[in-house]
C-alpha cells in the first residue's frame, strides 16, 4: 500500500466531509458501507504536464464515483509513464499489482478517474482475472461503477475504451512524428538529442512559433567542436585510403585521442571512457549528418507489448531503413566530410575476398565455443582451408602487446572428424535421435553431421586437441554421457535459445 489519504491536522470540515460519504441511505435508514478503495492514476510527464492538478481531477473523478458507496483508502500514482507501458514496469502500478495478491492489502476495490490514463488496449480486461481471483472490485467512471465482466455490455465497453485509448496514442505519435519529418526535411532543424561526435550544440534564434517564442524556448543547431571535428575528418580520410576500423581504431587509441564517451562524461556516466571501440568507429563513419545534412529517424526501439498486464518483449535501439530516414533538403550545419566521401566510404572494405572471385563457405558458423573462454569462434581462412579462431576478446584495436592467452586456431575438417568422433558420448530417450547418431557413426559426413547439431541444438565446444558435445541447457532430449565431464561447460547464448525456441513456436516469455 503506498498511501493511506489522509488530510492536515486540524482540518475540522475536510475531515467531516471525508467521512459524510462512508454513510449511505438504504430503505430509509443510514447504514455504514464497507467498502475500500485503492486510487490508481497516472500522469505521463512531469515536463509538459503539472502532476499535482492532474492527479488532483483525476482522484476527484474518482472520489464523486465511489461516493455513497465507500472511501478511498490507498493511493498509487505514477508520474512519467505512458499508458502504453506494461503495469509491471510503472512503478506504483507493479505495487498495486502486489497489494492485490496480499490477503492483508487494505482495501476492497481499485477505482480510476478515468479508463485512459490507467490503461491501454485490453489491458484492463486482462487485469479483470486477476482481480476476480482475489476478490478485488475494479470501478471505473466509464461504467459509472463497478465492471461486470460477465455483463456483454461491460465487456463491449471496455474493448471501445482500449481501441479508443490505442487510437489516441495512435494519432498523437502520428501527428508528431509528421511534423517532425516535415521540420527535418524542409527547415533543417536540430530536434533534440545529443550531438554526434565532433560537434557542439549552439543557439540558432527563437522558436518560430510565437507562442513558444514567447515561453523562452529557442532553435538549436550543430557547430563543428574544435576539439573533436578534425578527428572525425581524420577517421574518414584514413578509411578512405583502405584502413580496417579496427586498425583506425587502434591508431586513436595508441596516438591517445580521448574516445566520445571520455569527452562528454555528463551523457556518458554508464561507459568507462576508456578507450576507443570498434563499434564507436563504426558509428561514425556510418552517420550521414557529418555530410552537413539534418537526418532524422535513424534509429527507433520496437514497444514493449502492452496490451497484457505482464510485459512482453523488450526491444533494443535498431537502426531503421534508410529509405524511411527524414534527410534536410538542403545543408543545415557545416559539413565535416563532404557528400561524395561519404558515400565512398561506405563502398570502402578492408576484408580480404578471395582471389579466384569463389565464395567461402562455413559449416559451423555459430556452433562452435571456445573451451577457454567460453566466447564464440568466428570463421577465418588458413592456408587455403576453412578454418575457425577464437581471440580471446582481443581484437585489432587493441595495443599489439596487450594479449592474455593465445589464439586458438582449429580446422574445419579437424573439428568435425572430433566431433564425429565423440558422438558415442551422446545419450537419449528418443530412439530416432539414437538411429540418427548410428546412421552417422556408420557414415561420417560433413553436412550430415552439421544437419544433425543444428537440429538438436547442439554445440561443440574446442580446446587446442580436443572437442566436445553440448547440448542446449534447456533441451530435456538429448543429455551428455556421465563419462564425458570436459572441464567446463559452455553457456549457449540467451539470444541463440531465443531463436531456437521462436523456430519451435514455443516462445511465451
Known amino acids: 500500500m503506498d498511501a493511506v489519504l489522509d488530510l492536515p491536522d486540524g482540518d475540522v470540515l475536510g475531515l467531516w466531509a471525508a467521512t459524510r460519504t462512508q454513510r449511505v ?47 478511498i483508502v490507498a493511493e498509487y500514482f505514477d508520474v512519467g ?67 461486470d465482466l460477465t455483463n456483454p455490455t461491460h465487456q463491449a465497453l471496455l474493448m471501445l475504451l482500449g481501441a479508443h485509448s490505442k487510437q489516441e496514442v495512435q494519432r498523437a505519435r502520428f501527428r508528431t512524428t509528421a511534423a517532425m519529418q516535415a521540420q527535418a526535411r524542409e527547415q533543417g532543424r536540430h530536434l533534440g538529442g545529443r550531438p554526434p561526435y565532433g560537434y557542439r550544440v549552439v543557439d540558432a534564434g527563437p522558436h518560430p512559433n510565437s507562442a513558444h517564442a514567447a515561453w523562452g524556448r529557442r532553435l538549436h543547431r550543430l557547430t563543428p567542436d574544435p576539439q573533436t571535428a578534425p578527428w572525425v575528418a581524420w577517421i574518414f580520410t584514413q578509411r578512405l585510403e583502405g584502413h580496417s576500423i579496427a586498425r583506425i581504431a587502434r591508431m586513436l587509441n595508441e596516438t591517445g585521442v580521448p574516445c566520445p564517451s571520455a569527452v562528454d562524461r555528463t551523457r556518458n556516466p554508464h561507459r568507462p571512457g576508456e578507450a ?18 539534418q537526418v532524422w529517424n535513424r534509429q527507433h526501439t520496437p514497444l514493449r507489448r502492452t496490451d497484457d498486464v505482464v510485459p512482453g518483449v523488450t526491444g533494443l535501439r535498431k537502426l531503421t531503413p534508410s529509405p524511411r530516414w527524414a534527410i534536410s533538403d538542403k545543408p543545415a550545419h557545416e559539413a565535416l566530410v563532404s557528400e561524395s566521401d561519404f558515400v565512398a566510404a561506405q563502398a570502402v572494405s578492408a576484408r580480404r575476398r578471395p582471389t579466384d572471385g569463389a565464395r567461402r563457405t562455413y559449416l559451423l558458423v555459430g556452433l562452435l565455443r571456445c573451451g577457454s573462454c567460453g566466447r564464440s569462434m568466428e570463421s577465418q581462412l588458413s592456408h587455403g582451408h576453412a578454418a575457425y579462431r577464437c581471440r580471446h576478446g582481443h581484437t585489432s584495436a587493441h595495443p599489439v602487446g596487450i594479449r592474455l592467452a593465445p589464439n586458438l586456431y582449429l580446422r574445419e575438417d579437424v573439428i568435425l572428424a572430433r566431433a564425429l568422433a565423440r558422438l558415442h558420448t ?70 541463440r535459445v531465443q531463436q531456437q525456441k521462436e523456430k519451435r513456436g514455443i516462445l511465451n516469455d
Request: proline share 5%; glycine share 6%; with cysteine.
Open 25 to 71: 441511505r438504504h430503505h430509509g435508514r443510514m447504514v455504514e458501507s464497507r467498502l475500500r478503495f485503492a486510487f490508481y492514476g497516472r500522469v505521463s510527464t512531469k515536463e509538459y504536464q503539472d502532476p499535482v492538478s492532474s492527479r488532483r481531477w483525476q482522484i476527484d473523478f474518482a472520489a464523486e464515483l465511489v461516493a455513497g458507496h465507500g472511501r
Open 81 to 147: 509513464y505512458s499508458r502504453e507501458v506494461a503495469w509491471t514496469d510503472r512503478p506504483a502500478a507493479a505495487r498495486l499489482l502486489a497489494a492485490i495478491t496480499d490477503s492483508d492489502r487494505g482495501f476492497d476495490a481499485i477505482v480510476v478517474g478515468e479508463y485512459a490514463r490507467a490503461f491501454h488496449g485490453s489491458q484492463a480486461i486482462h487485469l479483470a482475472p486477476l482481480l476476480h481471483r482475489h476478490g478485488v472490485q475494479m470501478w471505473l467512471p466509464e461504467v459509472d461503477g463497478p465492471v
Open 276 to 293: 576507443w571501440q570498434l563499434r564507436t568507429v563504426a558509428a561514425i563513419l556510418a552517420n550521414p549528418r557529418y555530410t552537413g545534412r
Open 426 to 495: 551422446i545419450t537419449s530417450r528418443d530412439t530416432t535421435i539414437l538411429e540418427e547418431i548410428a546412421r552417422l557413426r556408420q557414415d561420417p559426413n560433413a553436412v550430415g553431421m552439421v544437419t544433425f547439431l543444428r537440429a538438436h541444438n547442439l554445440t561443440i565446444e574446442c580446446r587446442t586437441t580436443s572437442v566436445s558435445l553440448e547440448p542446449d541447457h534447456e533441451n530435456p532430449i538429448i543429455t551428455r554421457s556421465a563419462s564425458d565431464s570436459p572441464e567446463r561447460r559452455v553457456r549457449i547464448p540467451r539470444q
